[in-house]
Every structure is written in C-alpha cells, then in structure tokens.
C-alpha cells in the first residue's frame, strides 16, 4: 500500500514538473517576442495559446485531486516545515509547484487569456478553505452537509472561498494591459469616440500619446467574463470582490503615495537645492496614469455588479434560490464563527459613524448609558435569532458595496470617459437609501467632481451630472448644500442649449426650481432674467423650454411678478435702466428684483411664432383657468421635431376645409406679400429691371 502510494506520488510529481516546464519554454518564448526578437505568424500564436491552456487545464485536475486526497493544502504558504519527513516536504513541494501555476495563470489573465480566466475560476471552485471557528469535522456532523454524493455543490463540505487567490485574480483582472503601438493606439482612440458619440463628447485626455507606457485598461471580455460567469451567480463571491476591490484601491493608493514620497526625496537635496525636478515629475505622472487606469477598471466591474441585497430583502436565503459558490453551513450555539444576526441592518444603521450622536460631541453620561442599553437589547434580540454567516447578511453586502466605491473614488486621474459613466452609475443605483447605507459619504466626490467639471469647460457633463448626485442627496438624504443654486446658475451660459447632453441639463434645472415651493425671491428672479437671456440667443427649441418655465415660475411666485409689470417713468418715456449684473455667480448680488424682463418684448417679435405666442401670454395667464406647463412636452422639442410639427400643420390644411386634408400638402409662405420686382417701388432700378 505504501508502495503504491510513493509510486502514485512520484508519477503526479513527474506530470507537474513536466507540465509547468512547458509553460515555461512558452512563457519564454512569448517574451522573446514581445521584445520584438523575431516574428511569430498568428497561427502559431493561436496554436501555443491552446497548448498552454490544455496544460493549465491539467495542472488544475491534478492540484483539484490532491485537495480532494488531502495531500496537499494549498493555503499553507511557504510549506509545513513542522517536520522534516517525506510528507511534510512532499507537500512543501507542491506548494510551490501550485504557486508557479497560478503565477502563469495569473500572467495569462493580464495578457487578456479567457481560457486562463476559466481555468483560474475553476481553480477557485476546487479549492475551499475552512470558515475560522468551524473544522470540518463539525461540518461533518451536519446532516445537510454530510452525504454520500459529493458531486452535488448543495451538499458539499462547509467552506468559503479563498479570499488569497480572489484578491490574486481580481488584481490581475483590473490590471490586464494591451501594448499598443502609435498606429494601434489611434485606432483605439477612435473607436472609443465613435462609441461615446451618441451622448458624451471625447477629451483630450482619453488618447494615450506614449506608446512605452503600457495600457492597463482590461479587455471587455475579461470583465464581462468575470462577472456574468463567475461574478452574478454567486452571492458569496460578490460580498468578496467587492473586500477584494476595497482593498486593491487601498494598495493602489498607498503605492502612490510611496512614489510621490521617493520623489520628493529625490528632488530635496541637503543642501537644499532642488534637483531632478522634471524626472521626478514623469515618474509621479506615469504612476498617477497608472492607478487612474487601475480605476477606471475597478469602476468598470463595479458597473457591472448592479445587484446589491436591498435593505431587509430574502435575496441571500438559500430557501429563495440564492445562489453559493459554497453553500453557507448551518451554525449551532457552539460554533464560533464570526456571525451577524437576521436584524443587523436596523443595528448598524443606528450606530453609523455618520448619524450617531456620539459623533457629534454629545458623549454625555446620559448618552452613554442609553447606548449602553441599546447595545444590550440589540444582543438581547441577537441571541433568539437565526445565526448566520457575515456575507449571507444584506447590510454586509451594502456596507461592502459602499466602502469599495469609496475607496476607488478616492484614487486620481480617473479619466474623463469612466467619470462621466461613475457619476451617471451612482445618482441612478447607489445613492438609493436601500443599497447604500450612508448616501452622503458621497457628497465630497460630488462637490470635488463639479469644481472639477466648471474649471474644465470640455467636461461640463460631469458637472452637471455631479449636481444632480447632490441634489438627489438634497432631495432624500436632507444634505445641506447652500451653494447648490449658484452652482446651477453657474452652468447657465449661452452654449448650453446647443450641447449634446442638453436635455439632461434642463431637466434637472427644471425639476431643481419647480420642486421648492419655499426658494428666495431673488433666487427665482436671477433665474427667470438669465433663462430669457439665454432664449435671445438660443434655438426654437431651447426657447420654447425656456418661456414655459419662466411662465411656471411667475405664476408660482408671485412676488416675482414685479418683473413683468415694471414700468419707468413718464419723463423718460416709460424706459427702464437694466441693472441685472449677467456676470457674477452669486444670486445676491445679481440685483434681478430690480430689473424687469424686457427680453420678452423682443422674444415677441421672433422668427417662430411659437415662441412669439408663447412670450405674449407670459403674465396674462388666468391662475385659476390655465393649467401649468408641463415640461416633459418642452424637453423633446428639436430642429427636427419643429420641423416634423410644422410639416404635419401644414399637410392636414392648415385647419381650414373642415378638417380635410389638401391634396398635395400645403404651400409653405415665404414672405407675406407677393413681390412685383426685384427692387421696390422706391428704388432707382425699379424701371429697369421688371419682373414678367
């Protein structure tokens, strides 16, 4: 038997060995030609790249049977060196045979391999660590867990995911690079505008002019692969990537202070002079480049996790179809796992670092005492629930969700392209009260990305929709924002109504001064006079927009209704001084109350008789009769649909006939009266030239 067993190991020993050194023979080859010794026709590519995903496929098997055996136990780093016999280094052994197996696993992922990433997530499925505090002997006394049919994954042993080798993959996943070359690169830069032109316009700042920096942005198939196949189906997988992509933003961000750090004692010499100042510069630039495209790939899968447990939902219940990577095990009185009970949600948020009393100062001998038996009745409750293990708990999952945003956000150089898509992400989905426990944790990012968007007039997209994550803070979460109406007043400037994203910009002005009953006079004047500047010079459609939410405005304040009914004095023919100061941001100073809006004289008079209607029922509207505008009917109106209406108008006859239809469509008039000539009457050449 013994026999036996030494021939088996030997002969696995002998496999291993001959398969890794394969890979290394390919791994050489590959760098050889990557350092441009050689060329290698992509047949030959293609062909190598199956070879060596049969041969990580295989070292997979033989490490899946070893830990099925419990021969080997990959989470013993280093080795057993408890001893010195032939058992403790055999596993010694395969201990570092397993870990050059997943290093060319893991090099096989940053090079953008799905066939590595398929075998690496079946590495992780094979290999489950024990949860602390439960061996499995006590998981073999549970009935559900204890059965003859081992292929079933619901009656597999109870265990959790490995948290070292997740964190493994998930760095290599966000850190994938494509080598681009100054052709490739263009072409690249390319493509990423033709797919952000149908709504965000491209900066400078998305082209990557040096062709030494490698690209660190993953390919899309190895996120959406990661996420659709190993990510969505596995509730406890997902609590872990998102400790994992927590803690890789962390790393990322300490590495860069260490770079800065070097510099900096680089350049600072002892005698104080300072030196190699530019050097130091490229080298803090590139890793900045670096950690944002980190990022950019962090925010990239975390897009791709929308299904977060809300609040008090079964979604984690095995019982509802929950799906495990492993199953979570039933815990008893004894077991001494680290657990949350079924109403941790209503105890976190009440001790949140960010609503309680205690962090406001107030730690009084009264307020200690009431926590005291707060804490006391909430483990009073605990102890007559069901336990179960932390990531089968809603708010860790939420918490977990949260604290990973957080800390990406915090990481520089974000590129303009993935913050505009972050910021659209967390109004629509994260800010909910039901998926993220402290919404207004995100108010800093908000308010630095707007500063960040006004100061940078290519990415006014991102400041505005930067206002719309503070308002909807404002709105739900009660955040106190006194400056949010200056800042939206700062974004009214005559190119607004001809952006791409004007829509969404009128929207959320619309739903900001329409939905407070309760704003400052001068705050409702200010706006009102620079909307009805913004219509002089703007299109129909804008103009349109911009009279009916004037028209709401002043029928809902009525104390701004002096703007429309001002008129100067009889010794100076009934003009009025305009003193509306148009170029400061500050509502105060503006001085609107004390003009009056002589721009809907002139919009009277305009080109669209929409428009020139529209203007004149301004301030003669009956407040008891006339409904109020609704603005989603203004916000569709373009070049197109104007042009659309009038066309329709004009094909059903003008409303004259009876209703009937004109055969052949309407004539459009081009002037009112029908010229004679091509001179008036008037004029010198009126008898030479005559019309027949």
């Given at each position: 038997?013994?026999?036996?067993?030494?021939?088996?190991?030997?002969?696995?020993?002998?496999?291993?060995?001959?398969?890794?050194?394969?890979?290394?023979?390919?791994?050489?080859?590959?760098?050889?030609?990557?350092?441009?010794?050689?060329?290698?026709?992509?047949?030959?590519?293609?062909?190598?790249?199956?070879?060596?995903?049969?041969?990580?496929?295989?070292?997979?098997?033989?490490?899946?049977r070893l830990i099925e055996l419990s021969e080997f136990d990959f989470e013993c780093v280093g080795g057993d060196?408890?001893?010195?016999?032939?058992?403790?280094?055999?596993?010694?052994?395969?201990?570092?045979?397993?870990?050059?197996?997943?290093?060319?696993?893991?090099?096989?992922?940053?090079?953008?391999?799905?066939?590595?990433?398929?075998?690496?997530?079946?590495?992780?499925?094979?290999?489950?660590?024990?949860?602390?505090?439960?061996?499995?002997?006590?998981?073999?006394?549970?009935?559900?867990?204890?059965?003859?049919?081992?292929?079933?994954?619901?009656?597999?042993?109870?265990?959790?995911?490995?948290?070292?080798?997740?964190?493994?993959?998930?760095?290599?996943?966000?850190?994938?690079?494509?080598?681009?070359?100054?052709?490739?690169?263009?072409?690249?830069?390319?493509?990423?505008?033709?797919?952000?032109?149908?709504?965000?316009?491209?900066?400078?700042?998305?082209?990557?002019?040096?062709?030494?920096?490698?690209?660190?942005?993953?390919?899309?198939?190895?996120?959406?692969?990661?996420?659709?196949?190993?990510?969505?189906?596995?509730?406890?997988?997902?609590?872990?990537?998102?400790?994992?992509?927590?803690?890789?933003?962390?790393?990322?961000?300490?590495?860069?202070?260490?770079?800065?750090?070097?510099?900096?004692?680089?350049?600072?010499?002892?005698?104080?002079?300072?030196?190699?100042?530019?050097?130091?510069?490229?080298?803090?630039?590139?890793?900045?480049?670096?950690?944002?495209?980190?990022?950019?790939?962090?925010?990239?899968?975390?897009?791709?996790?929308?299904?977060?447990?809300?609040?008090?939902?079964?979604?984690?219940?095995?019982?509802?179809?929950?799906?495990?990577?492993?199953?979570?095990?039933?815990?008893?009185?004894?077991?001494?796992?680290?657990?949350?009970?079924?109403?941790?949600?209503?105890?976190?948020?009440?001790?949140?670092?960010?609503?309680?009393?205690?962090?406001?100062?107030?730690?009084?001998?009264?307020?200690?005492?009431?926590?005291?038996?707060?804490?006391?009745?909430?483990?009073?409750?605990?102890?007559?629930?069901?336990?179960?293990?932390?990531?089968?708990?809603?708010?860790?999952?939420?918490?977990?969700?949260?604290?990973?945003?957080?800390?990406?956000?915090?990481?520089?150089?974000?590129?303009?392209?993935?913050?505009?898509?972050?910021?659209?992400?967390?109004?629509?989905?994260?800010?909910?009260?039901?998926?993220?426990?402290?919404?207004?944790?995100?108010?800093?990012?908000?308010?630095?990305?707007?500063?960040?968007?006004?100061?940078?007039?290519?990415?006014?997209?991102?400041?505005?929709?930067?206002?719309?994550?503070?308002?909807?803070?404002?709105?739900?979460?009660?955040?106190?924002?006194?400056?949010?109406?200056?800042?939206?007043?700062?974004?009214?400037?005559?190119?607004?109504?001809?952006?791409?994203?004007?829509?969404?910009?009128?929207?959320?002005?619309?739903?900001?001064?329409?939905?407070?009953?309760?704003?400052?006079?001068?705050?409702?004047?200010?706006?009102?006079?620079?909307?009805?500047?913004?219509?002089?010079?703007?299109?129909?459609?804008?103009?349109?927009?911009?009279?009916?939410?004037?028209?709401?405005?002043?029928?809902?304040?009525?104390?701004?209704?002096?703007?429309?009914?001002?008129?100067?004095?009889?010794?100076?023919?009934?003009?009025?001084?305009?003193?509306?100061?148009?170029?400061?941001?500050?509502?105060?100073?503006?001085?609107?109350?004390?003009?009056?809006?002589?721009?809907?004289?002139?919009?009277?008079?305009?080109?669209?008789?929409?428009?020139?209607?529209?203007?004149?029922?301004?301030?003669?509207?009956?407040?008891?009769?006339?409904?109020?505008?609704?603005?989603?009917?203004?916000?569709?109106?373009?070049?197109?649909?104007?042009?659309?209406?009038?066309?329709?108008?004009?094909?059903?006859?003008?409303?004259?006939?009876?209703?009937?239809?004109?055969?052949?469509?309407?004539?459009?008039?081009?002037?009112?009266?029908?010229?004679?000539?091509?001179?008036?009457?008037?004029?010198?050449?009126?008898?030479?030239?005559?019309?027949?």
């Amino acid at each position: 038997m013994v026999e036996s067993n030494l021939s088996s190991s030997s002969q696995t020993a002998q496999e291993i060995k001959t398969l890794l050194q394969q890979l290394r023979k390919s791994s050489r080859q590959k760098n050889k030609q990557r350092g441009g010794i050689g060329g290698v026709g992509s047949r030959v590519n293609d062909g190598r790249d199956r070879e060596d995903a049969l041969r990580l496929d295989g070292l997979r098997k033989i490490f899946s049977r070893l830990i099925e055996l419990s021969e080997f136990d990959f989470e013993c780093v280093g080795g057993d060196k408890r001893g010195n016999g032939v058992s403790s280094q055999w596993k010694a052994w395969l201990v570092t045979q397993h870990d050059e197996f997943i290093s060319h696993l893991l090099e096989g992922i940053v090079d953008g391999k799905t066939t590595a990433l398929r075998t690496y997530c079946g590495v992780l499925a094979s290999s489950p660590v024990n949860i602390s505090g439960l061996s499995r002997n006590q998981a073999n006394d549970d009935d559900r867990l204890n059965t003859e049919n081992e292929n079933d994954p619901e009656e597999r042993l109870a265990g959790m995911i490995s948290e070292r080798l997740l964190n493994k993959l998930l760095e290599a996943a966000v850190k994938s690079r494509l080598c681009f070359n100054n052709r490739t690169a263009a072409t690249a830069a390319n493509s990423s505008r033709n797919k952000t032109s149908r709504g965000e316009e491209e900066t400078g700042d998305d082209i990557l002019s040096s062709d030494e920096l490698l690209q660190l942005v993953s390919e899309e198939s190895i996120l959406a692969l990661l996420e659709t196949e190993f990510i969505r189906p596995h509730r406890d997988v997902q609590y872990f990537v998102y400790k994992g992509l927590h803690q890789i933003a962390l790393d990322s961000l300490a590495g860069l202070e260490r770079v800065r750090k070097n510099a900096n004692s680089d350049v600072v010499k002892k005698d104080g002079e300072k030196k190699n100042e530019e050097a130091a510069d490229v080298v803090v630039a590139k890793a900045e480049m670096k950690v944002g495209l980190v990022a950019e790939n962090i925010c990239r899968l975390l897009m791709m996790m929308d299904y977060v447990p809300k609040r008090h939902a079964d979604d984690l219940n095995v019982e509802n179809g929950a799906g495990y990577l492993f199953p979570p095990p039933v815990l008893s009185e004894s077991d001494d796992v680290v657990i949350e009970d079924d109403d941790d949600d209503d105890y976190s948020d009440a001790f949140d670092d960010n609503s309680s009393e205690e962090q406001e100062g107030k730690d009084t001998a009264a307020s200690k005492k009431r926590r005291k038996s707060q804490m006391k009745e909430s483990q009073a409750k605990r102890s007559k629930k069901t336990k179960h293990i932390s990531w089968q708990q809603s708010y860790k999952h939420r918490h977990a969700h949260q604290e990973a945003w957080l800390s990406v956000l915090r990481l520089p150089n974000l590129p303009s392209r993935t913050q505009r898509r972050v910021l659209q992400h967390l109004s629509t989905y994260v800010l909910s009260n039901d998926i993220c426990p402290s919404p207004l944790r995100f108010a800093e990012y908000f308010t630095a990305s707007f500063k960040g968007g006004v100061g940078n007039g290519s990415n006014s997209l991102a400041a505005i929709l930067s206002l719309h994550g503070l308002f909807i803070l404002m709105l739900d979460n009660q955040l106190e924002y006194p400056q949010f109406y200056n800042s939206l007043y700062q974004l009214l400037h005559p190119r607004i109504l001809y952006t791409k994203h004007r829509t969404r910009f009128l929207r959320l002005l619309s739903k900001s001064l329409s939905s407070n009953s309760m704003l400052p006079a001068y705050v409702v004047a200010s706006f009102c006079k620079r909307l009805c500047r913004l219509a002089l010079s703007g299109p129909p459609s804008g103009g349109l927009f911009v009279l009916a939410l004037v028209s709401n405005l002043l029928r809902k304040h009525g104390e701004c209704a002096c703007l429309i009914h001002r008129r100067g004095k009889d010794e100076d023919g009934g003009l009025i001084e305009d003193v509306f100061v148009e170029d400061v941001h500050d509502l105060i100073k503006t001085r609107a109350l004390e003009s009056c809006l002589w721009e809907l004289s002139a919009l009277e008079k305009h080109y669209h008789p929409a428009i020139s209607t529209l203007a004149k029922s301004i301030g003669n509207e009956d407040d008891k009769t006339t409904p109020m505008h609704d603005m989603e009917d203004f916000l569709t109106h373009t070049y197109k649909s104007l042009f659309e209406q009038e066309k329709k108008r004009l094909g059903s006859g003008g409303g004259g006939g009876g209703g009937k239809k004109k055969v052949g469509g309407g004539r459009v008039s081009l002037t009112f009266v029908e010229p004679e000539g091509l001179f008036t009457k008037d004029d010198v050449f009126a008898d030479i030239l005559k019309c027949s």
